[in-house]
Nanobody
Framework: QVQLVESGGKSVQPGDSLRLSCVGS????????VAWFRRAPGKEREFVAT????????HHADPVKGRFRISRDNAQNTVSLQMNSLKPEDTAVYYC???????????????????WGQGTQVTVSS
């Protein structure tokens, strides 16, 4: 199975950009659909973005559409989340998650994901 480790979280100001990375080890990440979720203080975990095994299919949640972009480099076993025009409401712990998938498959449902990273904190504040 795959193990996931996130990195890149930090404190930034509104309007800044940030890039999160999720590196997989063990089983090749190319066999998995991968997603980013986040949990803000006092709120439930929510879906952010997902990408299919080959990166041909992506889906972004409405609150981040046009500002965030998920991508992957299977040769580097890495899935990234480019976050632009950050807002205070983007403050959260961001989690990378994966599940074994068929080609082109994606999901925004957290219960579908079997493997999770430990999370990385993103704080957006002036």
């Amino acid at each position: 199975q795959v193990q996931l480790v996130e990195s890149g979280g930090k404190s930034v100001q509104p309007g800044d950009s940030l890039r999160l990375s999720c590196v997989g080890s063990g089983r090749p990440i190319s066999e998995y659909a991968v997603a980013w979720f986040r949990r803000a203080p006092g709120k439930e975990r929510e879906f952010v973005a997902t990408i299919s095994r080959a990166g041909t299919v992506t889906h972004h949640a409405d609150p981040v559409k046009g500002r965030f972009r998920i991508s992957r480099d299977n040769a580097q076993n890495t899935v990234s989340l480019q976050m632009n025009s950050l807002k205070p409401e983007d403050t959260a712990v961001y989690y990378c998650a994966a599940y074994l998938a068929v080609t082109g498959e994606v999901s925004s449902t957290d219960s579908r994901y079997r493997h999770w990273g430990q999370g990385t904190q993103v704080t957006v504040s002036s």
